[in-house]
């Protein structure tokens, strides 16, 4: 399917940019055009894309595109928690737990902070998000024990995704 004047984003990336357009909507923010294509973009890569990965595809849509507009949007989208920033990568990846959360989530409420835990493949560069609530709750149980009100809570792992530790064992073997 084809985003008017975007890509040919698939169906699951359509599905989820309705969604975010949707909850944006609900919660009195919107998902301009620009914040929808580089949300696409982000959510149709299998890896984290870098803020400058991101303008590099965003040209071939809007030639004009600058920095600034890219920083603008990601900002938007990180603070409505529909992506993450990986620390370690410098890049940002979709957030796939936040439309799905919305009133039957008592965790976020619980801790007032968007949390997330992520696996990342040192070999492929893959990211799996994980959505651990017995971690979150831990580590935010000790900040609040510390007098720190959390208002995020990223875990990021580094080693090796389970493909690449089979590859590495056909190819020891």
Not at 14 to 43: D, F, I, N, S, Y
Not at 65 to 75: E, G, M, S
Not at 109 to 133: M, P, T, Y
Not at 137 to 151: I, K, P, T, Y
Request: include cysteine; charged fraction near 25%; charge should be neutral.
């Amino acid at each position: 399917m084809e985003e008017p004047g975007g890509p040919a984003f698939s169906r699951d990336v359509m599905a989820r940019l309705e969604e975010a357009t949707c909850w944006c909507r609900h919660h009195g923010q919107k998902l301009t055009p620009v914040r929808r294509l580089v949300l696409g973009l982000v959510l149709s890569e299998t890896r984290p894309l870098g803020a400058y990965d991101i303008l590099s595809l965003l040209r071939a849509y809007q030639p004009r595109a600058v920095p600034p507009t890219v920083y603008r949007a990601l900002d938007f989208l990180l603070e409505q928690g529909l992506i993450h920033r990986i620390e370690r990568l410098s890049a940002f990846v979709g957030c796939h737990h936040r439309l799905d959360c919305e009133e039957h989530c008592t965790s976020h409420g619980a801790w007032g902070a968007h949390r997330a835990q992520f696996l990342i493949c040192r070999s492929c560069g893959q990211v799996q998000e994980l959505e651990q609530d017995v971690v979150a709750a831990v580590l935010l149980q000790s900040a609040r024990g510390q007098g720190f009100r959390a208002e995020a809570a990223t875990v990021e792992i580094e080693g090796v995704c389970a493909c690449c530790a089979g590859e590495r064992k056909v190819r020891e073997n």
